[in-house]
């Protein structure tokens, strides 16, 4: 009976060293599941956040082609004022300007001008003896 009762001792031995190696397993796969989902989720993170600055930049591109749009149209502009024919017609217009040699005629009129075609509405009342 000796050799028999050895036998489930090595059994039992047998079953303890895998029991023991699947503990070790389970947490080697669970630090390994940790750690991909740790990397996918800083992936994930990234790729939010590069999707939102590609969106910044065409925000930023398209407010910088507003502003250049309208600095060329400041710059013809300027170019527009510099010119004589400009600065004749607003010396004349705005600052009442002459030319040298030209008279100057200013026409007024009255305040109360009154059209020459009015005229009273007569009274038609029989007291009046019309």
């Known amino acids: 009976m000796e050799g ?3 036998v489930p001792a090595v059994r039992s031995s047998k079953r303890l060293g895998r029991k023991r190696l699947a503990r070790p397993r389970r947490l080697v796969l669970a630090l390994l599941l ?3 989902l740790a990397v996918g989720a800083g992936f994930v993170r990234r790729q939010i956040a590069i999707i939102r600055l590609q969106a910044e930049i065409k925000r930023v591109q398209a ?3 507003a502003v250049q749009s309208r ?3 400041l710059r013809q502009q300027i170019e527009h004022m510099a010119g004589p024919e400009y600065v004749e017609k607003a010396a004349r217009e705005k600052l009442g300007l002459v030319m040298p040699g ?3 005629y200013d026409i007024a009129e009255p ?3 009154a059209s020459p075609f009015d005229v009273p509405k007569r009274n038609s009342s029989p007291e009046a003896g019309y």
């Open 4 to 6: 028999h009762s050895k």
């Open 71 to 73: 600095n060329e149209n």
């Open 102 to 104: 030209e008279t100057v």
């Open 111 to 113: 305040k109360d001008f």
């Open 34 to 36: 940790a750690l991909i």
């Open 63 to 65: 407010e910088i082609g």
